[in-house]
């Protein structure tokens, strides 16, 4: 069996991942609210470990969106009225990790989900495991698109912070957190250093190029998926990043 024909699932999903991602990255990066989805993430991922540490599983993926509406609505209804509300995200974020690690700390796999929940495996993703997902992103992608942009003020923020949660929700549970904040952030901000192409183009393929590389990189070296997707896609917009911002008059 060959490469492609093993790991097209993870392909596909890898490249669905960053598209429904850099949807909001872009978005995200004008606001200035970087950890926005770092923190939505946070709790989502608080909700699955209640779930799993607590109840069995039971309901995971309700608690797991229950979580990640309570952070997305709070930030949604604070972004307006709190000072430096980039602050108040990342004390979000703070409370939402410390809060998990206690939960798991009851838990005797506890340091293993831990691992799950920051950064999980999706290089064996099953064909029908997609299926969920195209119809999960594609809906999130319609109102994203045709719903978003024509409503305003606290409607408009509680719908984007709101399918953001519901993006956080699915991609949590099969990438991990600190991939989904890598896949929403790094694409996205590579895309606004260029002018030439429209940055949602260029966010998404210049995310999708980096985590099949990622991909392939873990398959073949025997490599933690979760983070080698991490490194490859945050060292490719460093770098990236770095080389476009030279100063004026450097020979290229």
């Known amino acids: 069996m060959s490469l492609i024909e093993l790991l097209w699932p993870a392909f596909v999903l890898a490249i669905l991942l960053v ?3 850099t949807v909001f990255g872009l978005e995200i990066i004008r606001r200035g609210v970087i950890f926005t989805d770092l923190a939505i993430g946070q709790f989502a991922a608080l909700g ?3 779930s799993v540490a607590l109840f069995e599983g039971a309901h995971k993926t309700l608690w797991t969106l229950g979580f990640a509406l309570l952070a997305a609505v709070t930030i949604a209804l604070s972004a307006r009225r709190v000072p430096h509300i980039e602050a108040f995200i990342g004390l979000l ?3 939402g990790i410390a809060s998990m690690m206690l939960v798991l700390a009851q838990s005797s796999e506890g340091m293993e989900l831990f691992n799950k929940l920051s950064a999980a495996d999706i290089l064996f993703t099953m064909p ?15 109102v994203m698109f045709m719903v978003y942009p024509r409503t305003s003020g606290i409607v408009k923020e509680l719908i984007f912070f709101s399918a953001l949660a519901l993006t956080v929700t ?6 991990g957190v600190l991939v989904v ?3 929403l952030v790094a694409p996205s901000y590579a895309a606004t250093i260029q002018k030439r192409f429209k940055p949602l183009y260029f966010a998404w393929v210049f995310g ?3 985590v099949i590389s990622a991909l392939i990189l873990s398959y073949q070296l025997d490599l933690p998926t979760g983070y080698s ?5 945050v060292a490719a917009t460093l770098l990236y990043v770095l080389l476009k911002s030279r100063p004026e008059g450097t020979s290229s």
């Open 181 to 183: 904040f890598s896949l």
């Open 93 to 95: 974020y703070a409370l």
């Open 128 to 142: 029908e495991d997609l299926l969920n997902s195209f119809l999960l992103y594609g809906f999130i992608a319609l």
């Open 208 to 210: 999708s190029v980096a």
């Open 19 to 21: 598209f429904i991602h």
């Open 229 to 233: 997707i991490i490194f490859c896609v």
């Open 170 to 175: 699915s991609s949590v549970q099969s990438a």
């Open 48 to 50: 699955l470990a209640i």
